[in-house]
C-alpha cells in the first residue's frame, strides 16, 4: 500500500529520481519527473535547472529556456548560466548566450567549460581574436584532450586562419583518430584554405580505413564541385544523402547535382525551414560576408520612384521571405503603413521580430500567406526568395492579386540561361531565363519599371548574376 | 488452548512481534518455540503463516501439516493449505482447502476470495463475481476485495459496475497503484482506447499527482503499445510511491521490455521483498539476472521460485536458458522437459536442443520443428494479399530485432546493401532500434523504415507488417530474444523466408515457406528434416562484414611461447562434455600446449568454479587452462592474437566466432555434425577454401589438431595471409552476394503458390 509521503519527501524523491534519469542518460524521463518537481509550491532552484537540462537534452529548448529562467530567477549562478547560455545559442539567441557564457566565466575563471562555450559564442560572432584567445586558454590547460585541440581549430579556421586549423586538427585527428566529426572538419578547412586535392586525399584515406558517413561524403562532394568534377561532386552527395536520410539539406544537393529526371518545381517546405532554421543565427553576417547585395540595390530602385526617408511614405508593405528581417531594417526609414512579414522558418521569424519593426509576422509559406490574406498592400517584397520556385506564374499571379491598383513588386532572382525558363542548380536554389521573368511579369499584369542585372554576391571565386527587378500592377 | 508449552515465553514474544508487522523477527523465536513443543499447534500456525508471508513456500509445508493435525476444527491451517496449493498452480487442492476454511468459518474473506479467484482463472467470472460481492459483506472495507470485484466486474462484461467501484477508490488520497490499473482496465473496457485515453489524460491533469492516477495512465500507454511513454509514467508513478507493489511491477516490466537490465533487476527486488508469492515477479527477477550474466544467481532465484511456488511452464523454461547457458547441456534439458508446452517446443529446436548431443540430431531437430510446427498450426488468423499496383521492383521486408552490431547484423550487413536496388525495394520493421555504425548502414539501405515500440503486442506487428503488402518476407530473428518469428505463422506475405537470426535448425513456424541456406549446411538429402523449402545460395548462406577497426593479426604466439595456444572464444553453452574430453585428449598428448576459454559465462565467479570442477572431471589439466569472461568486442578481436588455433565446439558449431577467428588470422579446427548449428563452421571454412579444416569424428579432431600443432611454420604462413584470403573470398564478398541474394529471392517469389 501507498505510505502517505509528506510533500517534501516526495520532492526530494522527484528531485533524486529525476537527476538519476538525466545521469542515465533518459532525459525524456526525467523531465517528466522534474516537471513534476518544479511544479510543486516552493520548489527550489535546481528543480528547475536540473528540469531545463534534461529538457535541453530532450531537444526541446524552447521549454528549457523557459524552466531556466525560472531557475536563474530564483538563484543566479555559473552553472546555470553555463546552462541557459547553451539554451540561448540552440535557439539563436546569440547575444543572450553569449552575455550568459561570459558571466559564467567572471564567475569561475576555471571553469573550462564555460570558457570553450563563450569562445564558441565568440567566434560565431566573428570575434575570431577573443575566440582564438580563449580557446588557447582551455588547450592549453588540457592539451592532451582531443576535442580542445578540435575546438581551438575550429576557431582558427573560422577566423580564415587555415593553416594553423590545419595544424591542430591534424593533432587532434592523431589523438582520437576513430572520433567522428574530426576528419570532416579538417577536410572541410583544407578545402576553405583553397586546396580541394588535400581535402580529397584526406577523405579517401579515411574512407579506406572506415565507415563512410554523410559528412566525409559531404566535404567531398564539395571538394569535387571546386574541382569541376560535377559527376563525382554528384556521387558523393548521393552518398552522404543515403548515408543521412533524414538530412533534408544533402537530399536537396543530391537531387540538384544528378540533374536528372523530374525536378520538382519549387523546393520542398522542410527543405526550405531545415537551412533556414540551422542558419539563422549567422544569416546575416554570412550573407553580408559573401557580398550580398540585393537589399542595398532595392532600396536604390525603390527611392528611384521618390520615396525617400521623411519624405514620401511607402505605405502598407508585404515582405515575402522576409528571413531575419533585412529588407524591413533596410527600408524601414520610409515605412508608413504596416510591414508584413512572411517567412517558413520560424527560427528566421524570431530574429525578424527581435528587430521590432513589423507590425506582424507570419511563418508560413507565402503562396498559403498570400492565399489567406485579404489585405491590399502598396508594395511587395519578394528578396532572394524567387530562386526556391521554379514556374513564376502562380507566385506573381498571387502577388498581382494583393497589390492595390499601381502597387509596386520588388523582386530578385538569380539568372542564367535556361531551357524552358527556369532550372535548378547545383547550388539547390533555382535559376531563371531574364526573358522568361519578363515574360511572367507581363502574364501576371505586372509592367516592368526597373530590371537590371546585377552581381547578387560572390560564392567562392564565383560570382552569382542576377536581376533586380521592380514593376508595377496596372501599368 | 492446544498444548501450551511450559515456556511460552518464545511463542508470546513472537506473536507481539508478528502483531506489529515484524515477521521477520519473529520467525526464530517462532522456529524455537516449535522446536521445544513440537506439538504446539498454534505456533506451528503461526510457523507456517510467518513463512509463507515471507515467500519461503517450501519451509512452510512441514508446520503447517503439523497446525492442520493439531487444530483441526480451526478454519486458517485449511485455508493456509489452500492457499499454498493455489500459489502452486494446484487448483483443486487449492479449492478444497478454501472450501474446508469456510466450512469452519463461513465469513473467512481470504478463503471466499480465494474462490473468486480460482473461478476468475476458470474463466466463471459470474461465480467470481458473487464469491467477490459476498467477502464483501463481511469486509465492506476492504480496498483489495473492492478492486478484485472490479477486475471481476470487468471480466464478467460488467464494465460500468466495475468503474463505480474504482472511481471512489481512485479519488482517495493515497489510492493504491492498483486502484489505478483496475480502473484502467475498466475504463477501456467500457469506453474504447480513444475515450480511455481522453479520460486518463483528464484525470491526470486534474490530479498530476496521484500515484495511482499516472499507475492507471502507464498501464493504457502499455496497452496501447506507447511502452516508452508508459515507462516514463511508472518512473513517476514510483517516485511518488515506491512502496507500492503494483506500480513497482509496472516499472520493473517496462525496463525490463527497454533492455534496461541494470536498472530493471533493483526494482524487482523491490517488488518480490513486498509480494513473494506473486509468480511474475519471481521468474521475472530471475530472467533479469540471466540477462545480467549472473548465471549462478539466476539459477538459484528460479530454483527457489520452483520450491516455493511449485513449477509452471515458464519457470522451468527459464530455468532450462540459464542452465544451458552455464554449459550443463542435460540439465537444460530435464529443464526443457519439464516445461512442457509451446517453449519446450522452442527450447528443443532453438534453445536447447541444438546445443545437447543427443537432441541435436537431424532427426531430433525435424521431429521437434514438425511438433511445433504443428502446434502452431492452430488458430492461424486467415491471410489476404493486399492488392498493390505491380511494380517492377518486388517488396522485400526485414522483420529483425538485431540489424546493429549483432551477429545478425555482422552477417547480413553486406548482402542488404548489395541488394539491387533498382530490383528490391527494402522494408525494415525492426523490433528493437539500435544505435551503432552498422545500424546507420541498414537505416541508409533501407527504402523505409517501421520501428516498433518494445512491447507490441503481437497483433499490431502482424497489422502493421500486412500493411505494407509485402512481395516477400525475410525473418532475421527467429525464436531468440526479442524476435516475432512466431507471428509469421499467420503470413504476413506471399512469400516468407528464413534467414539469419537464431537460424540453428528449421523454424517450426507454419507458413515459413523457405529457409536460406547453402550446399553445406544443408546438403542434398536434408530436405526431411526441415519444414521449410531449402532456398540453397550458390557460396555460404551469409555474408560477413569485417569491423573496421579490427586490430592488425598480431604474429603467431607459439613462435615466440614456443608452446601452441588453443583458444576458444565461443558461449559456454556450446561447451559439451564430449568437447571437454576431446580438448583433454588434445592438452594431454601435447604437455606444453594451453588452452584459453573467454566468454561471458566465465564472468560469472561460481559458474565459472563450477565449470572447473566438470573441466577437471574429464581430465583437463586446469594448470593448462586459462578463463576469461567477456571483453569489449575490440579487446575481443585482440585476443586472437594470443592463441594460435581456434578449437570449435560441437554440436553447435561457432558462426561470427569462426569469421571473426579468421579475419584476425586465426584457422579454426571443427567438427562437423548433423544440424544446422553443427555445420556454420563448415560453410564458411568451405567458403574460404580451407574445407579440411572440418573433420567428421573426434579421433580425426584430436589428431587434425595435433598434427596442425606441429607444424608451426605452416601455421604462421596461413596465419600472415589469412586476412586477404578471407577478404578476397566469397565470405565477404557482398556484391557477389547482394546478387545471388537477388537471384535466389526472385526463384522463390517466380516460385510462389498460384
Redesign the interface.
Known amino acids: ?5 509528506t510533500p517534501d519527501t ?1 520532492a526530494l ?2 528531485l ?3 537527476r538519476d ?1 538525466l545521469r ?1 542518460r533518459r532525459p ?2 526525467a523531465a ?2 522534474l516537471s ?1 518537481a518544479a ?1 510543486l509550491p516552493a520548489a527550489p532552484a535546481e528543480a528547475h535547472g536540473l528540469l531545463a537540462e534534461a529538457l535541453m537534452e530532450s531537444d526541446d529548448a524552447p521549454a528549457a529556456l523557459i524552466a531556466a529562467d525560472a531557475a536563474l530567477s530564483l538563484r543566479d549562478d555559473a552553472a546555470l548560466r553555463l546552462l541557459r547560455a547553451r539554451i540561448r545559442r540552440a535557439l539563436g539567441h546569440a547575444d543572450g548566450a553569449m552575455d550568459d557564457a561570459a558571466a559564467a566565466v567572471m564567475a569561475t575563471p576555471s571553469d573550462r567549460d564555460a570558457k570553450a562555450l563563450l569562445a564558441t559564442c565568440l567566434s560565431e560572432a566573428g570575434r575570431h581574436d577573443e575566440a582564438i584567445f580563449l580557446f588557447h586558454q582551455a588547450f592549453v590547460a588540457e592539451p592532451e584532450a582531443p576535442h580542445r585541440s578540435a575546438m581551438l581549430a575550429m576557431a582558427m579556421m573560422r577566423g580564415g586562419r587555415h593553416a594553423a586549423a590545419e595544424e591542430l586538427y591534424a593533432l587532434a585527428h592523431s589523438m582520437a583518430p ?1 572520433a567522428r566529426g574530426i576528419l570532416p572538419l579538417r577536410a572541410q578547412n583544407v578545402l576553405l584554405g583553397g586546396d580541394p586535392h588535400k581535402a580529397i586525399a584526406l577523405i579517401e584515406g579515411a574512407l579506406g ?3 563512410g ?1 554523410a559528412a566525409l561524403y559531404s566535404v567531398l562532394g564539395q571538394a569535387r564541385q571546386r574541382l569541376g568534377q560535377a559527376e563525382a561532386a554528384a556521387e558523393a552527395y548521393a552518398e552522404a544523402a ?4 533524414t538530412d533534408t539539406y544533402l537530399q536537396h544537393l543530391a537531387a540538384a547535382m544528378t540533374n536528372a529526371g523530374a525536378t520538382p518545381d519549387r523546393a520542398s517546405d522542410r527543405y526550405v525551414t531545415d537551412v533556414f532554421d540551422g542558419y539563422a543565427n549567422r544569416f546575416e553576417a554570412a550573407l553580408f560576408a559573401l557580398g550580398y547585395r540585393v537589399p542595398g540595390v532595392m532600396l536604390k530602385l525603390i527611392e528611384g520612384q521618390g520615396y525617400t526617408p521623411g519624405g514620401r511614405h511607402l505605405g502598407d508593405v508585404l515582405d515575402l521571405g522576409c528571413g531575419t528581417g533585412l529588407m524591413g531594417a533596410t527600408l524601414h526609414d520610409m515605412l508608413g503603413g504596416r510591414l508584413v512579414g512572411v517567412d517558413l522558418s520560424p527560427r528566421m521569424i524570431e530574429v525578424a521580430r527581435a528587430k521590432g519593426i513589423y507590425t506582424e509576422l507570419r511563418c508560413a509559406e507565402i503562396n498559403e500567406a498570400m492565399a489567406a490574406d485579404t489585405a491590399h498592400y502598396d508594395l511587395v517584397l519578394l528578396s532572394d526568395v524567387l530562386c526556391y520556385f521554379g514556374r513564376l506564374d502562380a507566385v506573381l499571379g498571387a502577388v498581382a492579386a494583393r497589390l492595390k491598383p499601381g502597387g509596386l513588386v520588388a523582386l530578385s532572382i538569380e539568372s542564367g540561361e535556361a531551357e524552358g525558363g527556369w532550372e535548378l542548380q547545383a547550388s539547390a536554389r533555382y535559376r531563371h531565363d531574364p526573358g522568361y521573368l519578363r515574360a511572367a511579369l507581363e502574364r501576371a499584369g505586372l509592367a516592368t519599371l526597373e530590371f537590371r542585372e546585377e552581381t547578387l554576391r560572390w560564392e567562392g571565386e564565383a560570382t552569382v548574376p542576377g536581376v533586380i527587378a521592380l514593376a508595377r500592377l496596372g501599368g | 488452548m492446544d498444548g501450551l508449552p511450559g515456556d511460552a515465553s518464545a511463542f508470546q514474544a513472537a506473536l507481539a512481534l508478528l502483531r506489529e508487522g515484524r515477521t521477520r523477527d519473529a520467525l526464530p523465536l517462532l522456529e524455537a518455540a516449535v522446536a521445544e513443543v513440537p506439538w504446539h499447534g498454534l505456533a506451528a500456525l503461526n510457523l507456517a503463516m510467518a513463512r509463507m508471508d515471507l515467500g519461503q513456500l517450501d519451509a512452510a509445508a512441514g508446520p503447517l501439516a503439523t497446525a492442520l493435525e493439531r487444530l483441526p476444527h480451526h478454519p486458517e491451517p485449511h485455508f493456509r493449505r489452500g492457499r499454498l496449493a493455489h500459489l502452486r498452480g494446484q487448483g483443486q487442492a487449492a479449492r478444497q482447502g478454501y472450501e474446508a476454511a469456510l466450512v469452519r468459518d463461513p465469513g473467512h474473506v481470504a478463503a471466499l476470495c480465494g474462490l473468486a479467484e480460482l473461478a476468475r482463472a476458470e474463466g466463471r467470472a459470474e461465480a467470481s463475481v458473487a464469491l467477490l460481492r459476498e467477502a464483501l459483506l463481511h469486509s465492506p472495507q476492504d480496498d483489495g476485495i473492492t478492486l478484485e470485484l472490479a477486475r471481476g466486474l470487468v471480466a464478467a462484461n460488467e464494465p460500468g459496475e466495475a468503474l463505480a467501484l474504482a472511481v471512489p477508490l481512485l479519488a482517495r488520497e493515497g489510492a493504491p497503484g492498483l486502484a489505478g490499473v483496475v480502473w484502467s482496465e475498466a475504463v477501456l473496457a467500457r469506453e474504447g482506447p480513444a475515450g480511455a485515453r481522453a479520460a486518463s489524460e483528464a484525470a491526470l491533469a486534474a490530479d498530476p499527482l496521484s500515484p495511482a492516477r499516472i499507475a492507471a495512465h502507464a498501464t493504457l500507454l502499455d496497452a496501447f503499445g506507447q511502452t516508452r511513454e508508459g515507462l516514463r509514467h511508472w518512473h513517476l508513478a514510483e517516485a511518488l510511491a515506491p512502496e507500492d507493489v503494483a506500480i513497482l511491477s509496472g516499472l520493473a516490466h517496462g525496463l525490463w521490455r527497454e533492455r534496461a537490465y541494470k536498472a530493471a533487476l533493483p526494482v524487482f527486488e523491490r517488488a518480490v521483498a513486498l509480494a513473494p508469492g506473486e509468480r511474475s515477479l519471481r521468474v521475472g527477477h530471475g530472467e533479469i539476472l540471466f540477462r545480467l550474466h549472473r548465471l549462478a544467481e539466476a539459477a538459484d532465484s528460479l530454483r527457489a521460485t520452483l520450491a516455493d511456488l511449485g513449477g509452471d511452464e515458464r519457470t522451468h523454461a527459464t530455468l532450462a536458458l540459464v542452465l544451458v547457458s552455464q554449459g550443463l547441456q542435460e540439465e537444460a534439458r530435464l529443464a526443457t522437459e519439464a516445461a512442457g508446452g509451446e517453449n519446450a517446443l522452442v527450447h528443443a529446436l532453438c534453445n536447447v536442443g541444438p546445443y545437447h548431443p543427443a537432441m541435436a540430431t537431424s532427426e531430433a531437430l525435424g521431429e521437434a520443428a514438425r511438433a511445433l510446427k504443428q502446434r502452431l498450426s492452430q488458430g492461424i488468423n486467415p491471410y489476404v494479399p493486399v492488392a498493390r499496383p505491380p511494380g517492377e521492383r518486388l517488396r522485400v521486408g526485414l522483420l529483425s530485432s538485431n540489424l546493429g552490431r549483432h551477429p545478425v547484423g555482422w552477417l547480413t550487413l553486406p548482402a542488404i546493401e548489395h541488394l539491387p536496388r533498382e530490383e528490391f525495394e527494402v522494408v525494415v520493421f525492426s523490433l528493437t532500434d539500435r544505435e551503432d555504425p552498422l545500424a546507420r548502414r541498414f537505416r541508409a539501405r533501407a527504402d523505409r523504415w517501421i520501428s516498433f515500440e518494445p512491447g507490441a503486442r503481437d497483433q499490431l506487428v502482424l497489422d502493421r507488417l500486412r500493411a505494407e503488402a509485402l512481395d516477400i518476407l525475410i525473418d532475421l530473428s527467429g525464436h531468440g530474444q526479442g524476435g516475432r518469428v512466431r507471428v509469421l505463422r499467420h503470413r504476413a506475405a506471399p512469400v516468407q523466408i528464413k534467414w539469419v537470426g537464431s537460424q540453428s535448425a528449421s523454424s517450426g513456424v507454419p507458413n515459413m515457406d523457405w529457409m536460406l541456406t547453402d550446399r553445406w549446411e544443408t546438403p542434398a538429402g536434408f530436405e526431411p528434416h526441415y519444414t521449410e523449402r531449402l532456398l540453397r545460395m550458390p557460396d555460404g548462406y551469409c555474408c560477413y562484414a569485417p569491423p573496421d577497426r579490427a586490430p592488425d593479426v598480431a604474429p603467431l604466439p607459439a613462435l615466440a611461447r614456443g608452446h601452441v595456444t588453443f583458444g576458444c572464444y565461443n558461449n559456454l553453452a556450446k561447451v559439451t562434455p564430449a568437447v571437454l574430453s576431446t580438448w583433454a585428449r588434445i592438452l594431454a598428448a601435447l604437455p606444453t600446449a594451453r588452452l584459453v576459454l573467454r566468454t561471458h559465462a566465465l564472468g560469472d565467479d561460481p559458474t565459472r568454479a563450477a565449470f572447473l570442477t566438470r573441466a577437471a572431471a574429464f581430465g583437463m589439466p586446469l594448470d593448462r587452462l586459462e578463463l576469461h569472461g567477456a571483453v569489449p568486442h575490440e579487446a575481443l578481436l585482440a585476443a586472437y592474437g594470443e592463441i594460435d588455433l581456434s578449437l570449435d565446439p560441437f554440436p553447435y558449431t561457432g558462426g561470427l566466432t569462426v569469421c571473426e577467428s579468421l579475419w584476425m588470422g586465426v584457422p579454426v579446427l571443427t567438427k562437423v555434425s548433423e544440424g544446422f548449428a553443427g555445420r556454420h563452421a563448415l560453410s564458411h571454412l568451405s567458403n574460404v577454401g580451407l574445407p579440411d579444416w572440418a573433420v567428421p569424428d573426434e579421433d580425426s579432431y584430436v589428431a587434425e589438431a595435433l598434427r596442425r600443432a606441429a607444424d608451426l611454420p605452416a601455421l604462421a604462413e596461413l596465419r600472415a595471409g589469412l586476412r586477404a584470403r578471407v577478404a578476397a573470398s566469397p565470405l565477404c564478398d557482398g556484391p557477389r552476394f547482394g546478387r545471388n541474394l537477388g537471384r535466389a529471392l526472385r526463384q522463390a517469389w517466380e516460385a510462389r503458390p498460384a
Not at chain 1, 500500500?1 to 509521503?5: E, S
Not at chain 1, 543515403?242 to 536520410?245: A, G, K, T
Open positions: 500500500m501507498n505510505i502517505h509521503a516526495t524523491r522527484l533524486d529520481r529525476g534519469l542515465d525524456a524521463d517528466l519527473l513534476r511544479s576513430y580505413r572506415q565507415q558517413e543515403r548515408l543521412d536520410p
